[in-house]
């Protein structure tokens, strides 16, 4: 009876564990032009799903208090899309008079200056032997 509360309490978890499992098996359903056309539902349908879900969980109080946030709001996009790029390019500029391959520091570049989501998907992807290069293109 325990394993059954166990299972009714972590079926997320589970579903991921099955669908990894799944993929494993089965790994021509996902590719591109496979059934499940990941070049059109992962690109579009599923990001779009995702931020509308978000979108419908807010709050109407919580969104008008964070609206009026804006100088937060400015730091974290600066924050984000100007400062780090930035730094990240200074770093470079430091790498780029030592030994360190070429691509390796293309690589860094790009990363540096993708926003977190998407980065550290790009990282994952690419820690998991995922060829994140063909999600892209």
């Known amino acids: 009876m325990r394993l059954l509360e166990r299972m009714r309490k972590e079926w997320f978890m589970m579903g991921i564990v ?3 499992a799944g993929a494993k098996l089965e790994p021509s359903i996902g590719v591109n ?3 499940l056309k ?5 690109s579009y349908i599923a990001v779009a799903t ?3 879900n978000s979108g419908l969980s807010l709050k109407t109080e919580e969104l008008t208090s964070a609206l009026v946030h804006i100088k937060l709001h400015l730091f974290i996009q ?5 400062f780090f790029p930035a730094t990240i390019w200074l770093f470079l500029q430091l790498l780029s008079i030592t030994p360190i391959n070429e691509w390796l ?3 860094l570049q790009t990363v540096g200056c993708m926003p977190p989501p998407v ?3 790009v990282i ?3 820690a998991v032997g995922g060829n994140e290069a063909e999600e892209r293109s």
């Open 50 to 52: 995702i931020f509308f």
């Open 119 to 121: 980065s550290s998907a």
């Open 124 to 126: 994952l992807t690419k």
């Open 18 to 20: 099955l669908a990894i």
């Open 38 to 42: 990941p070049e059109i539902t992962v």
């Open 105 to 107: 520091l293309k690589g």
């Open 33 to 35: 032009g496979g059934p």
């Open 78 to 82: 600066i924050f984000t899309l100007a």
